[in-house]
């Protein structure tokens, strides 16, 4: 779906949108981001949606304009670093960098509310999102009280280059490829070793996770579950769910247990 037509959905829904610039660290590019009903008055909880590989914001459409989440959330969707819409945006192949740009806007943007957020702050993470989420968790661990990690990429043992992305890594599938598979490429090449040196950093979580992963994923291992519940510090985990049918694709094939989860986790 092209940008346009999501944001013409989005409006129809009857969302309050806004297209946003977050300001992120010194001598970066700035983070794209779709806020929905954001402006209002009423103290709201903040939901942060962060897509995976390769992805936008338009990823989490159908959540955004959603009624009842709508209600609930002032919700943020937005584009990771080298993924900006309609420009050359350099690929930031490392997700504690990519955590760090994303906290700093997060940080924006809470500097620039004119009213007080309500008692939550929700970051949703898949796939390559996941390590993210969670690392944003751990940098702004007296803002962010809630995760939502869906099929994500956390155990390094379980990351392995595919003969895909050694093909997609040559002159030629650089020149053949569009740039949103070539910067997904480069995110994937040195993932293992990137997990690796999060892992110590998971010992500092404090938000609550809700942790989803399907059985049947053959992108991000079902063992990902198992390394969360190994890792992270007792008592964080509030929900661990491990669909027996389910892929990889959860997002979108899940739509109603996450919304459930999203709408349960401020009451």
């Given amino acids: 779906m092209e940008e346009s037509e999501a944001l013409a959905s989005l409006?129809?829904?009857?969302a309050k949108v806004q297209i946003q610039e977050l300001e992120s660290l010194p001598g970066t590019n700035s983070i794209q981001a779709v806020?929905?009903?954001?402006?209002?008055?009423?103290?709201?909880?903040?939901?942060?949606?962060?897509h995976g590989s390769p992805g936008n914001w338009i990823h989490y459409l159908k959540y955004m304009k959603d009624p009842e989440l709508r209600k609930t959330y002032c919700i943020i969707s937005l584009n990771r670093p080298g993924f900006r819409n309609g420009e050359s945006d350099a690929s930031v192949p490392d997700p504690e960098e990519q955590a760090k740009?994303?906290?700093?806007?997060?940080?924006?943007?809470l500097s620039k509310l004119s009213r007080p957020i309500g008692k939550h702050l929700?970051?949703?993470?898949?796939?390559?999102?996941?390590?993210?989420?969670?690392?944003?968790?751990?940098?702004?661990?007296?803002h962010v009280t809630e995760i939502v990690l869906l099929a994500a990429a956390l155990d390094p043992e379980q990351e392995e280059i595919k003969w895909y992305n050694k093909f997609a890594n040559s002159w030629v599938a650089k020149n053949l490829l569009p740039k949103s598979l070539i910067v997904s490429n480069d995110e994937m090449l040195p993932l293992k070793e990137q997990l690796a040196t999060l892992q110590p950093t998971w010992s500092q979580l404090k938000a609550k996770a809700y942790i989803i992963q399907g059985e049947k994923d053959t992108l991000v291992s079902p063992e990902n579950l198992e390394f969360a519940k190994r890792v992270f510090p007792e008592g964080t985990i509030a929900k661990a769910i491990l669909l027996s049918e389910q892929d990889h694709f959860l997002p979108w094939r899940e739509f109603d247990l996450i919304k459930q989860i999203l709408l349960e986790i401020p009451k």
């Fill in 11 to 14: 409006n129809q829904s009857g």
């Fill in 35 to 50: 806020e929905v009903d954001c402006g209002t008055q009423t103290r709201r909880n903040i939901l942060v949606f962060v």
């Fill in 101 to 109: 740009r994303i906290s700093a806007s997060v940080s924006f943007f």
């Fill in 122 to 142: 929700v970051i949703v993470g898949h796939s390559y999102g996941g390590p993210i989420a969670g690392r944003i968790a751990t940098l702004l661990p007296s």
